[in-house]
């Protein structure tokens, strides 16, 4: 996989209370199925060592996560090199189980905003409550980054991870980068 | 700017985040159908000053359509439900009346 | 004469000296001044000219309801018209322009205006300038709108930035005087999350300027401590030069925050707009005094008591030395009192009320002022300002009046609570006669998502009068704010008392029985020069409806959108119509309470982030390489590679000659690509497609149409059969949200039982077309995959490797040439581009873009999306009735395409088009029928769809719909051109090149 | 009538103006009437105004449940252009256009019809094939556009960026002879005009029902009492639906929300309107100042006259990348109107299952420019009891037939 690029080569910034950087390849996969199927939930477990998130929650295990996407569909996370091998062998294990995995690593980007200023420059571009008490740590929140679909969660530390589709990725990061480049609002 | 919330994720949806689609409970007619169906299926709406049952798209998160009844000239919100019904289900249906006694049911 | 008091002044820094420049003459304030007051401390009384008759105009209050005092400030890509000085913090070199004045303030060419005044009363312009009609545009009109507005357009591109902010709280209280600071803290108590905004640099509001006492103690004090109390409550969030601007629907609000106004120079963006959901929002917005009407109201040195005072106490500035007070109530005796204490003159207060025996008035009294009740103003003497002002009774015409000597009056007409907010959301108002004001009516409140209220009032903004009651009211309305939140609170209001006032007496026109000569002099609209007569004038002429008499006057119509004039306006209408004024209603309030900028509306989105932009995987190649760009949506493609020297045409050219003779590249990877995997998925596509996949053999290609309800063509694509149950869609560029959305629509809201899944997989892959004869070797330069026509023939895909990377190759065509398309991981994609471009040198490869793309199609006569339809094209016009499976007894558009329209056989059909001289026939050309039809319209019989030059034919060739098109064979026909010429051309198959496929399938 | 002239006002200077008479006069609904018009907005107006001009039909009462011309005709962007696509649109709009340049002499009321020039810009190469395609359309229905680059652009609007990062100005469909007016004025002038042809306008009289007898109308129930008529014509935009229902028919329509809003008034500095339909947004500047703001309707049934505030700001965003001076001007006042959508965007002009009963609506975002033209052929459908040439293809039926008149095919949306 020695030629394989993300979409920006790693761009990065660095604001007054605020620092934007694109992630390194990361493996997703996208598992559509019946989320209450014993099956899926065993493999799922099985393939990535986590318990099935509920409605909009993730859970992570080591380096491989699962998120909830919706009522139907999962997101994935294992390393880049392991997507195509996990599409595979969910393929495998789910013979005759009714569901859809594909390897979406490729169609994704990735961003890391850290610094306290983190939840301001969402919140100064995505309709959502940033609030601590209203999004923490094990919630993937889908919503819209200014002008595009999005996904983020926040970790411990307080580093946000956003993912957006890979065409837009100069956009994201523009945006993210103009949010990031104002000082603190001291509101969050 | 309307907050609906989708019932399949559970989030409080600002408007931006959905995509609205037109009235819901519509019945498809298709080949075989009389001229007067067919065209009532694609253009003849509901268009009431009050109480009305629409389709949004949960389009910048979870991808599902759901439904809504809403009130028109006052944008209340009597509540969203799932896509696959074919009538507003019994509770909704309350709820509108315990807000709008003189209700008088889908047209 | 205005000028700066020895001392006073709790705003400003008397030791901190700030110079700006007004009209380029040099001045001096102080740090803590508005520009308002430092232009009356430097002795400016004329600040602007009014729209219509350019009479002389000075300051008139102390906020946002100024009417007069719009400046032209900054410079260049700071320059900003219609500035408040009234809300605009002075700060070292500031420059501000008075606006409408020509060629100078003291001397207004213009003002000429005002002989004709007479000439001019509400809409004479609707009963003129009427004839001869080319006059209207070109002589009546350039002078009427030269004349109106006065704000300079600015010249340069802005050179701030702005930013918005999501907020999400459970109580918005706008407004940081007494009123919301004590709403915020009994809220704040609760444990509800409050944001509390103040739209001016400091809070506290009017309370310390009017003297008012909390707690036994100056309301300073209080102030103070307050917000040290809610400074430590990690739950509210205070913000000043935060302006709350609107109200919508569901609890959202904006609040419009000023960073750098004050300071231009500093970091970071220029304003921010909040978009903030609040469960429960509390106005605590105030009052604003009402002007009185009499004859030369607006002269400058007339000015509103309340501002008389707020310049003395907050900024130690002095209107005039000598103020004559008029009122109609008590509140005006507090600046007789303060300008006293002040040690300036007040000669007289002029009271319309018969008695008068308050506290107040005794006070004023006691220090010796003359205090004349049931007395008027019959007019002001003076010609750019305050000279005196002749004295009259109230009632009556007013007669020949005795004369005041005075340099500034202070007019007071009771006070109006700021209902905007409450208004923007539907919320109804109710009028007082007490205090001869409309103020909310709790009863008719704006509701929210749940049909609940969502908006309540406190202080004045309720009809609150004194200290005590904003107190109590205020809390009051936190407290029940924050139990609609849903918190535990309960109402405990800071000890304060009413001051003992005698009721005020609504007076409308001063003298009450003055005669026109007077009311044509009495200013309702200051800006808009609309007087009390106009307002008579739209009455009597049947504008009765206040939105009429509004629009026939424009009356409240300008910036300061009717702060001060609406209630006297209506109150004059509601006079002449012989009506009540709740009868006659007010005229709706809208957003912005304030304007508000529109660099902040749009916030970040400029320049390169104005909209998303699609990038492919290839983009900097492109970038690198020439690429003339062509937007498709959201996607850039380059629409042709210019190499130095090139032209555009030139370019296309040679890139469709390089292709069809040896080697092209495109880059494909904006084509849709959709994932349908389930039991159900072959029944599924079935129906979306006008043709049969269900019958596709796995690793197999099929091209599709799909249309819509209405049985329009929508959109196109092969599709891919994977395995049994599993198919790859490809879209059109730019349709694969819109087609995955139909798909989910269908599978959500119609067929929810059927087993499918879809998945848009379009970024996964970049895509690479390879076409050309050389296209088979030049993949077995790369090696890895048997890429033979046995191995992978036409319309057939198969997986591998390409140097090492995996791919999926399809043998598809767009081209008419051996052609292949090769999916690969995007990260991946730019490395093998790169690769076949090294392999593909040898045969003189080249990039080629959307236009060559487009002319190598139409060379084939493959259709276009949105060339060849255009959303009113059904398939059976295109001649792709091959494409319409007969054995389906169902698709989607299926029985839109058997109704009468539909069927008729003189549909406009696709057929191919020549010029006879070889020339390109103009696009979207029409085809010219017989004569005209009834409506004087030439009748036409097609339309051409596509034409382009060919290169490889040499020759104009064109794709149309024509009427009975495909049996007109060889027909001779003509084009419209838009010079009104023709053009002719033959009916010809639109198969241009390669008519049996024979180099495409090799 | 007292005719109005500059003389006039000179002489009414003289006595201080207290010599004019109501514009038009107010009295309470007679017991009969040949033709009652429901709704006194621009449309029913006009209605009325044509069908005495053109018919002598003078027995006519026009109901309005508010104010005069307080529907759309009060709230919108007073756009005024005829550059459409499908011969049925380019037609009537052209009619209307053409009425609209000797309005203010027709009825003696200046409606300040200024044909300063509509520019839509092309800014992808699609909208550029679409409006060429629109110029070769005009130039054989009698429209007068051009198709111009954008040099000429820049010529005409001075202030437009026509080299922006996103979207490059690659040209425009130029119609000279496009233009604005006072949109109040318009309503006025005609309400006048009818008064005087003794018509009686009453306003807040709302129809509360439609009285028929065998499938024929025989009067209006209202909240001024029972009024029998001939014929009846419902005009009233966002609301036909509603009364559509009460004659006992439905519509093929939707009410949504369209916003409009303006800038604080500055000095001339654009002398033409301009649309931009990709990047959605269009503006122009009044004769008092103000830029003259609109964009894209909500997607979703609303009867508020509120609208989303994300479209505010979609418009604003696309005008001040287009017109970057604007950036520091500011908004002034926002408002929305009410607009009636049709299944194919287009029309309805006229008859309906009830007898002696015509509708006009579905004009969506199109309502102003078309006035005079709609109450022309409104006028001859109620007269004649038949379409003319002008409203012939607007009828109810094409939308069984699936005969539809859609504009949005070219590049351009309507506005």
């Known amino acids: 996989m020695s030629d394989a690029m993300t979409a920006l080569n790693g761009a990065s910034m660095q604001g007054p209370v605020a620092a934007v950087r694109e992630a390194a390849l990361q493996g997703m996969v996208l598992l559509r199925g019946d989320l209450a199927d014993e099956t899926l939930a065993a493999v799922v477990k099985d393939l990535t060592g986590c318990d099935l998130p509920g409605q909009r929650e993730m859970v992570q295990a080591g380096n491989t996560a699962v998120a909830w996407m919706s009522p139907d569909e999962l997101l994935l996370l294992v390393p880049y090199e392991e997507a195509g091998t996990t599409v595979a062998s969910l393929s495998q294990a789910l013979e005759g189980v009714y569901h859809l995995a594909v390897d979406v690593s490729d169609a994704r980007a990735l961003f890391r905003i850290s610094g306290e200023g983190a939840r301001e420059v969402l919140a100064r571009l995505c309709p959502v409550d940033l609030s601590p008490a209203a999004f923490g740590p094990g919630e993937m929140r889908r919503s819209r980054l200014a002008q595009v679909p999005a996904a983020f969660w926040i970790d411990e530390t307080g580093t946000i991870s956003l993912v957006c589709f890979r065409s837009v990725a100069g956009y994201a990061f523009g945006a993210l980068s103009a949010a990031a480049e104002s000082g603190p609002v001291n509101f969050l | 700017m309307l907050i609906l919330q989708c019932p399949y994720c559970g989030i409080q949806c600002d408007e931006t985040e959905l995509a609205p689609g037109g009235q819901a409970h519509l019945k498809r007619h298709g080949p075989g159908s009389s001229d007067e169906d067919f065209e009532a299926y694609l253009f003849d709406r509901d268009n009431p000053m009050g109480v009305h049952f629409e389709r949004w798209r949960h389009a910048n998160g979870c991808g599902k359509w759901f439904l809504a009844a809403r009130c028109t000239t006052t944008l209340e919100v009597f509540g969203t439900y799932s896509a696959q019904t074919t009538e507003p289900p019994a509770e909704i249906a309350d709820r509108i009346r315990a807000r709008r006694p003189n209700w008088e049911g889908r047209t | ?1002 | 009538m007292r005719r109005y002239s500059a003389f006039a006002i000179a002489r009414e200077a003289l006595r201080h103006h207290t010599g004019w008479n109501r514009a038009w006069r107010s009295r309470d609904p007679k017991k009969h009437y040949k033709v009652i018009v429901i709704g006194a907005g621009g449309h029913g107006l006009a209605t009325a105004y044509y069908l005495g001009k053109n018919y002598g039909i003078r027995d006519i009462a026009v109901l309005e449940k508010g104010w005069l011309g307080g529907g759309n005709t009060g709230r919108n962007t007073t756009i005024i252009r005829s550059n459409y696509l499908q011969d049925p649109s380019a037609a009537i709009y052209e009619k209307s256009r053409s009425l609209y340049e000797t309005f203010s002499q027709d009825v003696n009321y200046n409606a300040m019809f200024s044909p300063r020039g509509v520019l839509m810009l092309a800014q992808t190469h699609h909208e550029v094939r679409g409006y060429q395609r629109t110029a070769h359309a005009n130039a054989l229905q009698g429209v007068e556009t051009e198709f111009v680059g954008p040099e000429r652009v820049k010529e005409i609007v001075p202030i437009i960026n026509i080299d922006g990062p996103r979207y490059p100005v690659l040209g425009a469909l130029w119609q000279p002879r496009g233009g604005t007016a006072r949109h109040d004025a318009v309503a006025w002038g005609y309400a006048r005009a009818c008064s005087g042809m003794g018509m009686d306008i009453i306003q807040k009289c709302e129809v509360t029902g439609v009285r028929s007898d065998g499938g024929t109308v025989t009067g209006v129930t209202t909240t001024k009492g029972d009024i029998a008529c001939d014929k009846l014509a419902i005009v009233v935009a966002g609301h036909s639906g509603h009364l559509a229902g009460m004659a006992g028919f439905r519509l093929p329509i939707e009410s949504v929300a369209l916003q409009a809003l303006v800038s604080e008034p500055i000095k001339p500095c654009m002398d033409c309107v301009v649309m931009a339909n990709t990047v959605h947004g269009y503006m122009s500047q009044s004769d008092k100042g103000e830029m003259v703001i609109g964009g894209g309707a909500d997607g979703y049934n609303n009867y508020t006259q509120r609208g989303s505030f994300h479209h505010v700001e979609e418009t604003v965003r696309a005008l001040v990348e287009t017109f970057p001076m604007i950036s520091r001007l500011k908004m002034m006042r926002q408002w929305g109107g009410i607009v009636d959508m049709t299944g194919d965007r287009s029309p309805i002009i006229s008859k309906t299952p009830l007898g002696n009963t015509f509708i006009n609506c579905g004009w969506g975002t199109g309502g102003f420019k078309s006035i005079p033209g709609s109450g022309w052929a409104m006028a001859e459908l109620v007269a004649k009891g038949e379409p003319g040439p002008l409203a012939a293809e607007f009828g109810l039926d094409r939308f069984r037939e699936g005969r539809f008149i859609d504009e949005s095919v070219a590049a351009g949306v309507a506005h």
């Open chain 3, 1 to 1002: 004469m205005s000028h700066r008091l020895p001392q006073g002044g709790r705003l400003v820094n008397r030791d901190a000296p700030v110079g700006f420049t007004f009209d380029s003459k040099r001045m001096q304030g102080l740090e803590g001044d508005t520009l308002a007051s430092a232009l009356l401390a430097n002795g400016q009384g004329i600040v602007n000219r009014s729209y219509k008759y350019h009479r002389p105009r000075g300051i008139l209050a102390s906020g946002p309801e100024e009417p007069n005092a719009l400046v032209g400030l900054g410079q260049g890509k700071r320059f900003e018209p219609d500035q408040r000085a009234t809300t605009t913090e002075l700060f070292d070199g500031l420059s501000a322009m008075s606006q409408n004045a020509w060629p100078s303030l003291g001397f207004d060419a213009m003002a000429v205006n005002q002989w004709f005044a007479s000439m001019m009363p509400a809409g004479f312009y609707y009963k003129t300038f009427i004839w001869p009609r080319s006059f209207w545009m070109h002589i009546y009109e350039p002078v009427i709108r030269e004349a109106a507005a006065s704000g300079l357009p600015p010249k340069e591109e802005d050179c701030d930035t702005y930013e918005h902010f999501h907020a999400f709280v459970d109580l918005l209280i706008v407004g940081g005087g007494i009123a919301g600071l004590q709403a915020a803290l009994t809220a704040g108590k609760s444990g509800a999350t409050v944001m509390l905004v103040e739209q001016a640099a400091h809070w506290g509001g009017r309370a310390p300027v009017d003297g008012a006492e909390i707690e036994g103690q100056p309301a300073e004090v209080w102030i103070n401590e307050t917000l040290q109390t809610l400074g430590t409550m990690k739950n509210v969030r205070l913000r000043t030069r935060c302006m709350g601007a609107g109200v919508y629907d569901h609890g959202y609000a904006l609040a419009y925050e000023r960073l750098t106004d004050h300071a231009p120079e500093a970091e970071g963006p220029r304003h921010r707009l909040w978009k903030i959901r609040a469960r429960q929002i509390v106005t605590a917005t105030g009052a604003i005094e009402r002007p009185l009407s009499f004859a030369g109201n607006d002269l400058p040195g007339v000015m509103l008591a309340s501002a008389v005072r707020d310049y003395v106490v907050n900024f130690g500035v002095a209107p005039g030395h000598r103020t004559v007070i008029v009122t109609n109530n008590d509140d005006a005796y507090r600046t007789a009192l303060t300008l006293i204490d002040a040690g300036l003159e007040v000669p007289v207060v002029i009271d319309v009320r018969d008695r008068v025996n308050s506290p107040l008035a005794r006070e004023v009294s006691r220090r010796g002022v003359a205090v004349e009740t049931g007395a008027a103003v019959m007019k002001v003497k003076g010609k750019k300002g305050v000279e005196g002002v002749m004295l009259c009774r109230a009632n009556g015409t007013g007669g020949a009046g005795a004369p005041v000597e005075c340099d500034s009056v202070a007019m007071s007409g009771g006070w109006s609570p700021v209902v905007h907010l409450w208004s923007h959301c539907g919320g109804k108002l109710t009028w007082s006669d007490e205090n001869a004001h409309f103020h909310p009516d709790p009863n008719r409140a704006p509701t929210g998502a749940e049909g609940e209220v969502f908006v309540r009032t406190a202080g004045i903004a309720s009809g609150a009068m004194g200290t005590g009651s904003v107190l109590q009211d205020a809390s009051a309305a936190g407290a029940a704010a924050a139990r609609a939140a849903g918190f535990t609170a309960k109402s405990a209001a800071a000890r304060a008392a009413d001051a003992e006032e005698a009721p005020m007496k609504p007076v409308w026109v001063m003298p009450e029985q003055a005669l026109p000569e007077l009311r044509s002099k009495m200013f309702l609209d200051f800006q808009n020069d609309v007087k009390v007569s106009d307002v008579q004038l739209a009455a009597q002429e049947g504008y009765e409806s206040v939105e009429l008499t509004k629009r026939y006057t424009t009356l409240g119509m300008a910036n300061d959108q009717g702060k001060l004039s609406n209630i006297n306006g209506l109150a004059i209408l509601a006079g002449s119509l012989g009506a009540e004024i709740p009868q006659v209603g007010t005229t709706t309030f809208r957003p912005p309470y304030q304007p508000i900028s529109f660099g902040s509306i749009a916030g970040e989105a400029r320049g390169e982030i104005f909209q998303p932009l699609r990038r492919t995987p290839m983009h900097e190649w492109h970038e690198a390489n020439g690429a003339y760009w062509e937007p498709v949506g959201h996607w850039r493609r380059p629409y042709c590679y210019q190499q130095p020297g090139e032209t555009i045409e030139q370019a296309v050219q040679r890139e469709v000659r390089t292709t069809r003779a040896s080697l092209g590249l495109l880059d494909a990877s904006t084509l849709g690509k959709l994932v349908v995997k389930g039991p159900d998925a072959g029944r599924f596509l079935d129906m979306l497609y006008t043709n049969k996949m269900s019958t596709l053999k796995p690793g197999r290609c099929r091209y599709g149409l799909m249309c819509n309800e209405n049985g329009f063509l929508s959109d196109d694509g092969v599709v891919a059969r994977i395995d049994e149950d599993t198919f790859l869609c490809h879209t059109t560029s730019g349709g694969a949200d819109r087609i995955h959305g139909w798909m989910e629509d269908w599978l959500q809201c119609e067929w929810w039982d059927w087993k499918v899944y879809v998945a848009n997989v379009t970024e996964q892959c970049g895509q690479i077309a390879v076409v050309g004869p050389n296209a088979r070797k030049v993949l077995e330069r790369l090696g890895g995959m048997d890429v033979s026509r046995q191995a992978l023939p036409f319309m057939g895909w198969a997986d591998g490797e390409l140097a090492g990377t995996p791919v999926r190759i399809y043998r598809i065509s767009f081209s008419g040439e051996l052609s292949y398309e090769i999916a690969v991981p995007a990260g991946r994609a730019r490395a093998l581009w790169d690769k076949l471009f090294a392999a593909g040198v040898e045969f003189g490869a080249t990039a080629y873009g959307t236009e060559a793309l487009h002319i190598m199609r139409a060379e084939k006569g493959f259709i276009m999306i949105g060339d060849e339809t255009d959303g009113t094209v059904i398939p059976q016009d295109l001649g792709l009735d091959w494409a319409i499976s007969k054995k389906k007894d169902d698709y989607l558009g299926k029985r839109a395409q058997q109704r009468s329209f539909m069927t008729s056989p003189d549909r406009w059909k696709l057929v191919g088009l020549e010029t006879l001289d070889g020339s390109v026939l103009p696009d979207g050309a029409y085809a010219l029928g017989e004569g005209d039809n009834a409506n004087g319209q030439r009748n036409t019989i097609g339309r051409v769809t596509s034409s382009y030059h060919s290169p490889t034919l040499g020759r104009g060739i064109a794709m149309g719909l024509v009427k009975h098109g495909p049996d007109r064979m060889g027909e001779v026909i003509r084009f419209g051109k838009t010079d009104g010429g023709t053009i002719e051309a033959k009916i010809v198959s639109p198969v241009f090149y390669d008519p049996d496929g024979e180099k495409q399938d090799v």
